[in-house]
């Protein structure tokens, strides 16, 4: 497993090298540790942390700029390694069929890299226009050598090309071999056109050559249903740094490393759609070119009778959830959709390729279609079955604990008064989790601190166990984040509010939003892009977006992600209580709340209320059309069945009891 950077997540971490002496030497600034050996000290001069090796490096980002103007290219100088204490000055050789001062701004043959966290320096190749067309040119920078290189030595790569096209500017539609979308970019740096990484060997898009945190966009919008195609590549630090593509804001594939020219296929659904590919990097680090290419774009419109490409698929939920069920068909626009519960009751307004129910309920529980017709013919879709579930309870608890601060799933779970196994070690805790029942065991990882390997924790979730997870560790285990229905979208180090959306009882009792601090870590957590079979239920945005999930809850209901350190919550009382409130999600459900048919007895309905928890208020809803909804009673809960009396005149045919929103 790659380890980043920043191995302990603390914010003491980088204050652990400010006591150190910085002293001139002849190895240029070093650290000055003194060491006493018996009764004599000795002096050792070092370039930095220890077992950390500096190499002096330049890449082109991006290795092409027209002459014409637009997107500039840059030759990036940097120390690789780490952070030396001491910087160094860098002689260069400058060569390449263009000439330095009449083809471009004229480029210094020297470089000085400071020292510190990181250290880069760029130097951009700004051409100068001359009205003759030449052909493409190039710059070459070649590092000769390191004024400091007994500390930072010339490393690899030490030269980079810069290619100055000079001719008519490529367009960005030309370059995906589509004139017929209407493209745009964005972020941080643009998109490009370039010939010199392509797949139809004549030119691609490339993206901008953004920094750390930063992302550069694509965007084009069609009309489905169609087929839409397209090859692309990435060389980037792998598992790190992405080039990603999404389908109106849901994210449907990524590829990270050195990945050369892979087709992909995607089927669009009928209405307008907007996709997206996106070159993402995280807080720290470069490795390959730090780019992703996009070429050979094609969309082709459905034709022909409807034909269902995706089913609906069966889901099980648990009870409040938001739910989504779809089917993707493919034929001649326009395409009509109409849902139906059950078989044979069409559900009103739900004409779209998708059908979303909130806050579901047992009322709902059933099996959906839709069918789906154009001026050719009719297609209905298979069944889909919606059922809700209920974990049951959990007689063992697996907590594991990595860092200095009190935890706040311990303190929840000693208030509560359930027994648990508390791990501090990562060894013991993965052996425990290997031999846990589970059906019958709840794992919490409060790993705030360190990077620990929790391949134990994967492997129980994808068998079937439950578990609440935080981690510093999933900024290097995206298998993890997956398991949990997940993957990370932007790492923060200053954590902003968390806000309830809906679908879960986390915030009860508590404000919304809840404001967090940022004096306990380096990194205080990371904003999550929800997968196929995860749901956020709040995130970092006021609204449900689909990049800016803060928790999510996957797996039919048996995991739960936070993207958030519960340590940061301002309120320690809150972190309590959110805590409760997911452990209680997952091992200690509400009851179901089951509504028998209305029954007739001497003239009169009476509606039957069985289970749900004791005390609680919940309102008695009742609908001729699962849209329009009417509130008949407000009851309170026993332990017993509840009998309350419907007018005989009722127009409603289905019934349903909603419990007190979450504050």
């Given at each position: 497993m790659?380890?980043?950077?920043?191995?302990?997540?603390?914010?003491?971490?980088?204050?652990?090298?400010?006591?150190?002496?910085?002293?001139?030497?002849?190895?240029?600034?070093?650290?000055?540790?003194?060491?006493?050996?018996?009764?004599?000290?000795?002096?050792?001069?070092?370039?930095?942390?220890?077992?950390?090796?500096y190499?002096?490096?330049?890449?082109?980002?991006?290795a092409?700029?027209?002459?014409?103007?637009?997107?500039?290219?840059?030759?990036?100088?940097?120390?690789?390694?780490?952070?030396?204490?001491?910087?160094?000055?860098?002689?260069l050789?400058?060569?390449?069929?263009?000439?330095?001062?009449?083809?471009?701004?004229?480029?210094?043959?020297?470089?000085?890299?400071?020292?510190?966290?990181?250290?880069?320096?760029?130097?951009?190749?700004?051409?100068?226009?001359?009205?003759?067309?030449?052909?493409?040119?190039?710059?070459?920078?070649?590092?000769?050598?390191?004024?400091?290189?007994?500390?930072?030595?010339?490393?690899?790569?030490?030269?980079?090309?810069?290619?100055?096209?000079?001719?008519?500017?490529?367009?960005?539609?030309?370059?995906?071999?589509?004139?017929n979308?209407?493209?745009?970019?964005?972020?941080a740096?643009?998109?490009?056109?370039?010939?010199?990484?392509?797949?139809?060997?004549?030119?691609?898009?490339?993206?901008?050559?953004?920094?750390?945190?930063?992302?550069?966009?694509?965007?084009?919008?069609?009309?489905?249903?169609?087929?839409?195609?397209?090859?692309?590549?990435?060389?980037?630090?792998?598992?790190?740094?992405?080039?990603?593509?999404?389908?109106?804001?849901?994210?449907?594939?990524?590829?990270?490393?050195?990945?050369?020219?892979?087709?992909?296929?995607?089927?669009?659904?009928?209405?307008?759609?907007?996709?997206?590919?996106?070159?993402?990097?995280?807080?720290?680090?470069?490795?390959?070119?730090?780019?992703?290419?996009?070429?050979?774009?094609?969309?082709?419109?459905?034709?022909?009778?409807?034909v269902?490409m995706?089913?609906?698929?069966?889901?099980?939920?648990?009870?409040?959830?938001?739910?989504?069920?779809?089917?993707?068909?493919?034929?001649?626009?326009?395409l009509?959709?109409?849902?139906?519960?059950?078989q044979?009751?069409?559900?009103?307004?739900?004409?779209?390729?998708?059908?979303?129910?909130?806050?579901?309920?047992?009322?709902?529980?059933?099996?959906?279609?839709?069918?789906?017709?154009?001026?050719?013919?009719?297609?209905?879709s298979?069944?889909?079955?919606?059922?809700?579930?209920?974990?049951?309870?959990?007689?063992?608890?697996?907590?594991?604990?990595?860092?200095?601060?009190?935890?706040?799933?311990?303190?929840?779970?000693?208030?509560?008064?359930?027994?648990?196994?508390?791990?501090?070690?990562?060894?013991?805790?993965?052996?425990?989790?290997?031999?846990?029942?589970?059906?019958?065991?709840?794992?919490?990882?409060?790993?705030?601190?360190?990077?620990?390997?929790?391949?134990?924790?994967?492997?129980?979730?994808?068998?079937?166990?439950?578990?609440?997870?935080?981690?510093?560790?999933?900024?290097?285990?995206?298998?993890?984040?997956?398991?949990?229905?997940?993957?990370?979208?932007?790492?923060?180090?200053?954590?902003?509010?968390?806000h309830?959306?809906?679908?879960?009882?986390?915030?009860?009792?508590?404000?919304?939003?809840?404001?967090?601090?940022?004096?306990?870590?380096?990194?205080?957590?990371h904003?999550?892009h929800?997968?196929?079979?995860?749901?956020?239920?709040?995130?970092?945005?006021?609204?449900?977006?689909?990049?800016?999930?803060?928790?999510v809850?996957?797996?039919?209901?048996?995991?739960?992600?936070?993207?958030?350190?519960?340590?940061?919550?301002?309120s320690?009382?809150?972190?309590?209580?959110?805590?409760?409130?997911?452990?209680?999600?997952?091992?200690?459900?509400?009851?179901?709340?089951?509504?028998?048919?209305?029954?007739?007895?001497?003239?009169?309905?009476?509606?039957?209320?069985?289970?749900?928890?004791?005390?609680?208020?919940?309102?008695?809803?009742?609908?001729?059309?699962?849209?329009?909804?009417?509130?008949?009673?407000?009851?309170?809960?026993?332990?017993?069945?509840?009998?309350?009396?419907?007018?005989?005149?009722?127009?409603?045919?289905?019934?349903?009891?909603?419990?007190?929103?979450?504050?």
């Open positions: 790659k380890m980043k950077s920043e191995p302990k997540n603390s914010s003491a971490a980088r204050q652990s090298l400010r006591a150190a002496t910085r002293v001139p030497s002849i190895f240029g600034t070093c650290l000055l540790l003194s060491i006493a050996f018996a009764s004599q000290a000795h002096a050792i001069f070092l370039c930095g942390p220890l077992f950390e090796t190499r002096a490096v330049v890449r082109a980002v991006p092409f700029v027209a002459e014409s103007g637009g997107s500039p290219a840059e030759f990036l100088f940097e120390v690789t390694g780490g952070s030396p204490l001491g910087g160094t000055t860098l002689t050789e400058i060569s390449g069929t263009a000439a330095n001062g009449t083809d471009y701004q004229t480029l210094s043959a020297q470089v000085t890299l400071p020292g510190g966290s990181s250290p880069r320096v760029t130097r951009a190749v700004v051409p100068i226009p001359d009205g003759v067309i030449e052909g493409t040119e190039s710059v070459t920078v070649r590092i000769i050598s390191s004024s400091n290189s007994d500390c930072i030595p010339v490393g690899t790569p030490n030269q980079a090309t810069i290619y100055i096209l000079d001719g008519p500017e490529l367009s960005l539609a030309a370059a995906l071999d589509n004139t979308l209407f493209w745009t970019v964005g972020g740096r643009l998109w490009l056109t370039q010939p010199l990484v392509t797949h139809d060997g004549v030119d691609a898009a490339q993206s901008g050559p953004v920094s750390h945190n930063q992302e550069s966009w694509l965007e084009t919008k069609v009309t489905g249903p169609g087929i839409l195609t397209f090859w692309w590549k990435v060389s980037s630090e792998q598992d790190f740094d992405w080039l990603r593509f999404h389908i109106d804001g849901v994210l449907r594939q990524q590829i990270s490393g050195e990945v050369n020219w892979q087709q992909r296929t995607f089927q669009i659904p009928d209405g307008l759609h907007t996709l997206r590919w996106r070159y993402v990097k995280d807080l720290y680090d470069n490795a390959g070119q730090d780019a992703g290419w996009v070429d050979d774009v094609r969309f082709t419109p459905a034709a022909g009778s409807p269902v995706t089913q609906p698929a069966t889901i099980t939920i648990w009870p409040e959830a938001n739910v989504t069920l779809s089917a993707v068909a493919m034929g001649q626009a326009p009509s959709h109409q849902w139906y519960f059950n044979t009751h069409p559900i009103p307004g739900a004409t779209q390729p998708t059908l979303t129910l909130n806050n579901v309920r047992h009322a709902n529980a059933g099996r959906y279609h839709v069918v789906i017709s154009n001026a050719l013919g009719t297609v209905s298979s069944l889909a079955t919606l059922s809700l579930t209920n974990n049951g309870p959990a007689t063992a608890v697996l907590l594991y604990v990595d860092g200095p601060y009190p935890s706040p799933y311990e303190s929840a779970l000693t208030q509560m008064g359930r027994p648990y196994q508390k791990f501090t070690f990562a060894t013991s805790f993965n052996q425990a989790v290997a031999e846990a029942n589970r059906n019958t065991t709840l794992v919490v990882v409060d790993a705030t601190y360190y990077i620990n390997d929790l391949t134990s924790v994967r492997n129980f979730i994808t068998s079937g166990g439950r578990a609440i997870v935080q981690a510093y560790s999933l900024v290097v285990d995206a298998p993890l984040a997956t398991a949990l229905k997940a993957t990370l979208e932007r790492r923060f180090t200053i954590p902003p509010p968390v309830a959306w809906s679908g879960s009882p986390f915030f009860s009792g508590l404000n919304n939003p809840l404001n967090l601090t940022d004096d306990k870590f380096i990194e205080n957590g904003k999550l929800v997968l196929d079979g995860g749901y956020g239920v709040a995130g970092f945005a006021t609204a449900a977006t689909h990049d800016e999930a803060a928790v809850i996957g797996n039919a209901g048996r995991t739960i992600l936070n993207g958030f350190f519960l340590e940061d919550i301002g320690p009382d809150n972190a309590i209580r959110f805590a409760k409130n997911q452990i209680e999600f997952l091992i200690n459900p509400q009851p179901p709340i089951e509504l028998p048919s209305p029954a007739l007895v001497s003239g009169e309905f009476w509606l039957q209320i069985i289970g749900g928890r004791a005390g609680l208020s919940c309102a008695i809803e009742a609908s001729e059309d699962f849209v329009q909804w009417n509130t008949v009673t407000n009851v309170t809960l026993s332990a017993g069945p509840i009998l309350i009396g419907l007018p005989t005149t009722a127009p409603w045919s289905v019934y349903r009891a909603v419990t007190a929103p979450v504050p």
